[in-house]
């Protein structure tokens, strides 16, 4: 369980802190508070429409994978579920905050390690659980030992390809889009 959370943190961390490179100019500009920033909104907007339903279908159509087979995903509540994308928006805002912050302070390179740091963290992490991430099964099966299927194998390796390439491209067109917002106002 620790580990699907933590990917979910990390993961929604480091959309937060691209958001927020994105929207340097509309961040320098920003005169108001951190929760009246537009980048903020973008952020939360993409949180809401992209990586919430993503989530959703995950947790409930892949229980045991998205677990990665810690926990017999029968015996969790669903309403766990919630709290997992609260936490996940959490990390997201906490991304553009950090961000956000090193951007008044003007330290962009700071940010861009951050980003690179944060990135290097989700592929150790990957890594790390490359038996549990790329392998399909039950939690049945893991705790029995039986051999799992490669992911590519069924149908959640395209399902997440797919989903890869869509967050990755609703996450382009947000950070273009607060790019372009930046331009108008510089």
Wanted: positive net charge; proline residues 3%; aromatic residues 12%.
């Amino acid at each position: 369980m620790i580990s699907t959370i933590l990917l979910g943190v990390l993961l929604n961390l480091l959309c937060g802190l691209v958001l927020a490179h994105s929207a340097r100019a509309l961040i320098r500009a920003h005169q108001g508070k951190f929760v009246q920033c537009a980048a903020l909104h973008v952020g939360l907007a993409f949180e809401a429409l992209v990586m919430w339903p993503t989530a959703l279908y995950f947790y409930f159509a892949h229980p045991d994978w998205t677990w990665m087979y810690w926990l017999d995903p029968r015996r969790i509540p669903r309403g766990v579920v919630v709290l997992v994308l609260i936490v996940d928006a959490a990390a997201l805002a906490a991304g553009l905050l950090l961000g956000y912050s090193l951007i008044r302070a003007g330290k962009f390179r700071e940010l861009l390690l951050a980003i690179c740091g944060n990135g290097a963290i989700v592929l150790t992490v990957l890594t790390l659980l490359r038996r549990r991430f790329f392998h399909y099964g039950t939690f049945d099966d893991w705790q029995a030992g039986a051999t799992l299927l490669p992911l590519v194998e069924v149908k959640l390796g395209w399902v997440l390809a797919i989903s890869v390439l869509t967050v990755g491209g609703a996450l382009g067109y947000a950070s273009w889009q607060l790019h372009l917002a930046g331009r108008r106002i510089s």
